[in-house]
C-alpha cells in the first residue's frame, strides 16, 4: 500500500471513530431525566381550548426545566424531533403521554415521556370543557439534551 493510500485509510478511521464518539457523547445526554426546578402546584389555566392549553402547558415545561431550554433559534439540524399527545386531568396530573411521531434517535423518546411525566402537576384545565384536555406538540431536541417546544419555539437558523 503506497503512502497516500495508507493516509486515506486512517483518516477515514480517523473520521469513523471520532463520529461514533459524538454519537455516545449525545446519547449520553439522554441517559439521565433532570430533576423539574418547579415550586408548588401551578395556577390553573385560563383556557377555554386545546390550542390555548397548549401554550399553558409548554410555559410550564420550560419553568420546570429552565436549564435544558434552547435559547435563541435553533441549528438548521437538530438532532431529533418527535410529536407527542399529552392527556391532562382536571387536578393537573398527567394521565397519558402518547408518542405521535418516533424521533431519529431512540434514547430521546423515553427521556422527553419522563421529562412530561416528572413535569406533573400541569396547570389544570380548569376551563376546558369536560375538565380535561389532550394536547399535541413537537419537542426539537439539540445534540446537548437542550429542546424547544414548537408552540413556543424561536425557530430555526
Request: proline content about 8%; some cysteine.
Amino acid at each position: 500500500m503506497n503512502r497516500s493510500a495508507s493516509i486515506a485509510t486512517w483518516l477515514r478511521c480517523a473520521l469513523l471513530f471520532a463520529g461514533m464518539l459524538l454519537a455516545v457523547s449525545a446519547r449520553a445526554q439522554f441517559a439521565m431525566v433532570p430533576a423539574p426546578l418547579l415550586q408548588g402546584p401551578p395556577n390553573p389555566s385560563a383556557a377555554v381550548a386545546e390550542k390555548e392549553y397548549r401554550v399553558d402547558a409548554a410555559r410550564h415545561l420550560y419553568a420546570a426545566y429552565p436549564m435544558r431550554v434552547f435559547r435563541g433559534k435553533l441549528p438548521p439540524l437538530v438532532y431529533s424531533a418527535m410529536a407527542v399527545e399529552t392527556e391532562i386531568d382536571a387536578t393537573g396530573r398527567v394521565v397519558d403521554v402518547t408518542v405521535v411521531r418516533k424521533p431519529a434517535a431512540d434514547e430521546v423518546a423515553p427521556w422527553v415521556v419522563a421529562m412530561i411525566k416528572r413535569a406533573s402537576p400541569f396547570p389544570a384545565p380548569a376551563r376546558i370543557e369536560g375538565g380535561t384536555v389532550r394536547y399535541f406538540d413537537v419537542w426539537f431536541i439539540d445534540k446537548s439534551g437542550q429542546f424547544q417546544i414548537m408552540t413556543l419555539t424561536e425557530g430555526q437558523l
